[in-house]
């Protein structure tokens, strides 16, 4: 069974930086790309990033570009976001997923909480 | 990355039929096939429920169907039931690679 788990929210002050990672179980890691997705409070999801199979691509929404990094370790199953010069507004559940192709997220982990405060 | 256009809110009663719009740009659901919906109650993660813009995942009821035309999508649930409210998001495929999600749609079952 595919398991997705998201660890590392925390409460961190503005500017400050966090690292989330989200474990893989269940399926071939290394064959998948996989997204991060966030969700403010009482808001909608919002597409964060993606990184292909082995890690050499990746893309950024515009408003986390030059202050988030995605990566991957395969060989330890997990996905990474390095999340840094964080605001206020990067306060949210992120999720971790599983892209099956076709620009569909077949998986979801359960989610992390990251609030930004002060 | 503009947000895609959802109705912020939709609703109908038992066994009837609502359908969800959600309205791109010609960067993203005007080009592509890949428009996905996903359906998320409150404090859980999402689930899919459409991909390709008509496709139903094994194990996702057939009351849940897809459709596109120009740069709009629909989502429509026919024979609606208790169970089916709550929140449904939209998202595409865009030309830079990126995905955009919609601004989510609640549904309420009266």
């Known amino acids: 069974e595919v398991h997705l788990v998201e660890s590392g929210g925390a409460l961190v002050q503005p500017g400050g930086s966090l690292r989330l990672s989200c474990a893989a179980s269940g399926f071939t890691f290394s064959s998948f790309w996989m997204h991060w997705v966030r969700q403010a409070p009482g808001k909608g999801l919002v597409w964060v990033s993606r990184i292909n199979s082995d890690g050499s691509d990746t893309i950024y929404a515009d408003s986390v570009k030059g202050r988030f990094t995605i990566s991957r370790d395969n060989a330890k199953n997990t996905l990474y976001l390095q999340m840094n010069s964080l605001r206020a507004e990067d306060t949210a559940v992120y999720y971790c997923?599983?892209?099956?192709?076709?620009?569909?997220?077949?998986?979801w982990g359960q989610g992390t909480l990251v609030t930004v405060s002060s | 990355q503009s947000a895609l256009t959802q109705p912020a809110s939709v609703s109908g009663s038992p066994g009837q039929s609502i359908t969800i719009s959600c309205t791109g740009a010609?960067?993203?659901?005007?080009?592509?096939?890949?428009v996905s919906w996903y359906q998320q109650y409150p404090g859980k993660a999402p689930d899919l429920m459409i991909y390709?813009?008509?496709k139903r995942p094994s194990g996702v009821s057939n009351r849940f169907s897809g459709s596109k035309s120009g740069n709009t999508a629909s989502l429509t649930i026919s024979g609606l039931q208790a169970e089916d409210e709550a929140d449904y998001y939209c998202c595409s495929y865009a030309t830079s690679g990126a995905w955009v999600f919609g601004g989510g749609t609640k549904l309420t079952v009266l």
């Open positions: 010609s960067s993203d659901v005007g080009s592509y096939n890949l």
């Open positions: 997923a599983r892209d099956a192709q076709s620009a569909r997220a077949d998986y």
């Open positions: 390709e813009g008509s």
